[in-house]
């Protein structure tokens, strides 16, 4: 059994992995942490405590899906114990991100957790090095009105490695209603678009990366992943 702990777990994304891990025959959510002086209650069965950066919450996996100052504090927390992290939020700062990438405990951070998003991660570059510099590239990056940052990290990341093939990428971000997430990747040229759409139906769509991603950092003391490691792309 692989105990888990799991920071942000009231949020909107936290309740769907908590859901997600639950149904885990070979996953236990030991701890399931909400923000500081929140009172202490049950979400599916699963006692919700504040969070406490004084707790050490004994486990094998920390995963966090809260928001970016609080998912570096507790990425930070985790390299002092030793701990294997999973890292689901984004929004952080160039200086968080670089930091981060120099975490020595075992350690994924992931933008977007979907097999979906990720498997675009790996194939998009491939689709612009086979169409070369003719085609003009747009990113239109959608989500809810709730979202904090613009573009979004999975904006971000699929710019990032589309622009190492060549083209700059043109980004826009839309924040509207309840949109759960929706990428559109646009190759234009003379005569021709090509359009890729990832949709997010529901949180479940990010969620179901979770438990791969927690197997695969289980029992791991150092090192650099990413989901590409865990999905085997």
């Known amino acids: 059994m692989i105990r888990v702990a799991l920071f942000g ?3 909107r994304m936290g309740s769907t992995v908590l859901a997600a891990l639950e149904r885990e025959p070979d996953i236990d959510v030991l701890h399931a942490i909400d923000k500081p002086g929140q ?4 979400l599916l069965g699963v006692p919700i405590v504040p969070d406490d950066s004084a707790e050490t919450f004994e486990s094998d996996v920390w995963v966090d899906v809260s928001l970016a100052d609080a998912a570096y504090r507790h990425a930070l927390r985790a390299e002092e114990l030793g701990r294997p992290i999973l890292v689901g939020a984004t929004g952080f700062s160039a200086e968080q991100a670089q930091r981060l990438d120099r975490l020595t405990c075992a ?21 612009r ?3 070369g510099g003719e085609y003009d590239i747009g990113l239109v990056d959608i989500h809810h009105k709730h979202k904090a940052d613009a573009p979004s990290g999975t904006a971000k990341k699929i710019a990032e490695r589309l622009e190492r093939e060549g083209s700059k990428v043109q980004v826009v971000s ?3 209603g309840e949109i759960t997430g ?3 990747i646009l190759f234009a040229a003379e005569g021709e678009q090509i359009e890729i759409i990832h949709r997010a139906e529901s949180r479940m769509a990010f969620a179901r990366g979770v438990a ?8 791991k003391t150092s090192g650099g992943f990413t989901m590409k490691d865990v999905l085997g792309l």
Do not use: Q
């Not at 009172?39 to 049950?42: L, Q």
């Not at 992931?110 to 998003?117: F, Q």
């Not at 791969?212 to 029992?219: I, M, Q």
């Open 174 to 176: 839309l924040r509207a």
């Open 182 to 184: 929706e990428h559109r």
């Open 107 to 127: 350690h994924i951070v992931a933008p977007n957790l979907s097999l979906g998003v990720n498997l675009l991660f790996e194939e998009l570059p491939r689709i």
């Open 212 to 219: 791969p991603a927690v197997r695969f950092l289980s029992g």
């Open 39 to 42: 009172e202490s209650r049950e």
């Open 129 to 131: 090095r086979i169409l």
């Open 9 to 11: 777990a009231a949020g």
